[in-house]
Every structure is written in structure tokens, then in C-alpha cells.
């Protein structure tokens, strides 16, 4: 138990001495000491009381304030004080917390575990982070209302998805920081998960789409491209449907030298994936890919100063891989008028400006769907085979990966993709040249 101390009584007293003491001698304030717990009281010429925690130099803790005083008692004064003392909360500031946040992040980027383009998408998240909390307040004294009061400011002012995606990473930082420096007090874990989401409209993807028709004529129109790589770059994505980055980070290692398939490799430790999944990802090449290819490497055999790992390069500067962005900017200046169907919605966060590189995606798993329902293959297994295509996850037994070894003998999945590959690409080549004998 604490020893006794300054009572109620004492302390007015005590208000009423400074204010004339104070007022004689010029000084704005004066305090009074409970060494024994760790309480340092402030009286200043005006009569406000504030209570301090203070603390020895050996402690290695810095002192902090406490409250004002009749708001916050004295017992509860000395109870905060000697908690602090006994589980050693620290005392640095919420800019510091968020800066040993960012060094985790940046550790992981060194460890392969985050991408370079995921730390950045961070490091934009944590700035306003910083922006919303003062240099000086101490993170283990940030209360929930002050929290609440921050993310109610980005509902107010931000785009729902910016609210959402800043509110999810403010929990992150809390997660992060509140076992080294609030003796695993987590403020932040107390608001509701829905907090935000109940307040502003949850982003949805866009609805749109695009057919057969308009995918030959794209394929047609690329022929047009400045550069091979840009042609076959963009075609590349049109007849495998991978994500954009998946176009980029094509190396020459995940071909096979007989060029019958692309393994895009899995994360192991220390490594990451080169899929988002980071699981492995086999690819069948079909005949119109490995014309891509082979005119890839005739270019990279002709030229000698260029990059020999990566299958696509950057025009500008063959030392590097292909752009993503010049993806993005290629389909929208070579998709064929009217080609996107549907329609944008409210709160739509991606495609509403028409074309754009996931349309490739969508379109490869409706072709698939269409084409093997038109061979008679039921609803149900042409489902799974768009998945396998699209690297989606399947529900499965969660320990089959570990017990069931049954396609790496039989090599099941591998043939359905390639079948569905196979007719999705001639699909496409069968309209580009129906178009071509019109024009």
C-alpha cells in the first residue's frame, strides 16, 4: 500500500498559499513533492493543480503528466504513478511509435517478406498518420476518445476507402507498439471493427466488363505498338490472364527450356513469392504464347546490352523490366470503342475510368467458363477450372497440400489448364482474324 500523503484538504490550502505566495514573488508556479509515490504537484498563480508523475534517473523513466487536479483524485494519482513504475511504461512520443513501426516495415522489405511496392503504399498511409497526432503526445497516454476523435476526422474528410484503409493501419501501429510501449495496453483494439465501415459506403469493385469481340480487335490494334515488347507485353497478359506485376516479374527461370510451361516460384523463407498468393503457380504455354516468347528471346539474343533476366523490358531503358503503369496506359489507348460493358456504381474504386489492366483477368475466367460450358463440361467443373486458371483459391481439406500428392503423379490440374488455355487463345486468334478479312 502507499505511503499517505497530501490529502483533499491539504491541497486546497496549499491553492490558497501559492496564489498569494505566487502573486508576491512573480513566480509562475510552485510544487510540492510525494517522492515516495512518484508524484510531483504543480500550483500555479491561478489556482490550477496539475499532477505529474516523476520519476528517479536510475528508474530510466521520464515523467509524464498525470491530470488535473480535483478532475483526477489523488489516490487514483498515486495508483497511476506506481503502475507506471512497477510495469515500466515508457514514455516516447506517438511519432516515435509510428517511426519504430515504419523500421519493422522497412525490416521486412530487407527480409523479402514485403514487396518494395507494398512498403510504399505504407509508408503513404503512415504520413497521415503522423499529420493526425502532435510531436510531443506520449503514446501510452493517447485515450480512446482522442483515437476516436482522429478517426472521425477521416470519415469527415477523407474518401471512404482512404477512412477505411487509414482506420486498418492505425490498428496496426497500435498492435505493433503497445507490447513494447504501453505494457500491452492496445487502445486502439477497443473500437468496434466496423466503426468505420458502419459510417461510410464499403468500396466495391467496379461491374465491368468487356466480350469476345472487342478483346480480338485489342488484339489486332496492339499490332500498332511502338515496340515488340509493348505488343507482346499486353498480349502476353490478354491469353494468361496473370496480374499485371505477373507481367513485369516474368523471368527467363520460371520457362522451362522446352517451353511446354512458366512455373511462377512460391515464397520460402527469407524469399518472397512471384505471385500474391505467393504460392507456385504452373502455367501451360500454349502455341500463340510460345510465339511471344520465342520472339522475346530472338530480340534479347540480337541485342547485347540489355536486361537477360526478365522476359519484358522497358523501352526507354532495356536495363529494366516492363512498366505496369505502361501496361495499364497501353490498353486504354488500344481498347476499341464502346468495348467496356456494365456500368460503375457508387463507391466504385477500381475501373471507373474505363479500361483497365484487370479487365484481361475478368476476361479470361468468363471466356473459360463460356467456351467449356459450349464442350459440355458441367457448371461446377468449369468453375474450378477458371479458378486453377486464375490462381484463385479452392476450398479444399486444408491439410490436402500436405497429405494429398496425387496431381504431382497424375498431373490432373496441369492438363485442365491447358486445355482451357488452349481454347481461350484460340478463341481469340479465331475472331482476330475473322475481323481481319473484314477490314
Known amino acids: 500500500m502507499a505511503p ?92 516515435q511509435a509510428i517511426s519504430m513501426y515504419e523500421d519493422d516495415l522497412r525490416g521486412r522489405v530487407a527480409r523479402q517478406s514485403m514487396s518494395e511496392a507494398s512498403f510504399d503504399t505504407y509508408s503513404a498511409r503512415i504520413k497521415q498518420l503522423r499529420l493526425a497526432f502532435g510531436e510531443r503526445l506520449v503514446f501510452a497516454d493517447v485515450s480512446y476518445n482522442q483515437l476516436i476523435d482522429v478517426v472521425n476526422t477521416w470519415i469527415a474528410t477523407k474518401s471512404n476507402n482512404h477512412a477505411l484503409e487509414l482506420f486498418a493501419e492505425l490498428r496496426r501501429v497500435w498492435r505493433f507498439c503497445a507490447p513494447l510501449l504501453a505494457n500491452g495496453k492496445n487502445v486502439a483494439s477497443s473500437i468496434p471493427d466496423d466503426y468505420v465501415s458502419s459510417r461510410v459506403q464499403r468500396p466495391m469493385p467496379t461491374r465491368l466488363y468487356t466480350d469476345i469481340g472487342s478483346m480480338a480487335r485489342l488484339w489486332l490494334n496492339l499490332a500498332s505498338c511502338a515496340s515488340q515488347h509493348q505488343k507482346n507485353a499486353v498480349r502476353y497478359m490478354i491469353l494468361t490472364g496473370v496480374r499485371p506485376i505477373n507481367v513485369c516479374n516474368l523471368k527467363w527461370e520460371y520457362i522451362d527450356e522446352a517451353m511446354s510451361e512458366i512455373v511462377y516460384p512460391a515464397a520460402l523463407i527469407g524469399l518472397r513469392g512471384a505471385m500474391k498468393t505467393q504460392g507456385e503457380f504452373r502455367l501451360p504455354i500454349t502455341e500463340p504464347l510460345k510465339r511471344i516468347l520465342e520472339e522475346q528471346r530472338e530480340w534479347q539474343h540480337a541485342v547485347p546490352a540489355c536486361n537477360k533476366e526478365y522476359v519484358f523490358l522497358k523501352v526507354s531503358d532495356p536495363s529494366q523490366s516492363f512498366s505496369k503503369r505502361t501496361l495499364d496506359k497501353l490498353i486504354k489507348r488500344h481498347m476499341p470503342e464502346n468495348a467496356i460493358k456494365g456500368v460503375t456504381h457508387d463507391g466504385t474504386i477500381k475501373g471507373s475510368a474505363g479500361a483497365f489492366n484487370t479487365i484481361c483477368r475478368k476476361f479470361l475466367k468468363t471466356n473459360i467458363i463460356v467456351l467449356l460450358r459450349g464442350k459440355g463440361l458441367s457448371r461446377s467443373e468449369v468453375r474450378e477450372i477458371s479458378a486453377l486458371c486464375m490462381h484463385h483459391k479452392i476450398d479444399r481439406d486444408p491439410m490436402a497440400e500436405h497429405y494429398d500428392f496425387s496431381d504431382e ?28 478479312r473484314k477490314l
Open 4 to 95: 499517505l500523503g497530501h490529502s483533499g484538504s491539504h491541497i486546497q490550502s496549499c491553492v490558497t498559499a501559492a496564489k498569494i505566495i505566487l502573486t508576491h514573488d512573480g513566480k509562475p508556479r510552485r510544487s510540492k513533492y510525494e517522492k515516495a509515490n512518484h508524484l510531483c504537484i504543480d500550483f500555479s498563480k491561478t489556482g490550477k493543480v496539475t499532477i505529474y508523475a516523476t520519476f528517479p534517473k536510475e528508474m530510466g523513466l521520464k515523467g509524464r503528466i498525470l491530470g488535473t487536479y480535483p478532475e483526477l483524485q489523488l489516490p487514483i494519482a498515486r495508483e497511476k504513478a506506481h503502475e507506471i513504475a512497477r510495469d515500466g511504461l515508457r514514455a516516447e512520443s506517438v511519432a
Open 409 to 436: 503423379i497424375l498431373q490432373e490440374e496441369m492438363a485442365l489448364k491447358r486445355i482451357a488455355f488452349q481454347a481461350h487463345a484460340e478463341s481469340i486468334l479465331e475472331n482476330a482474324a475473322l475481323l481481319r
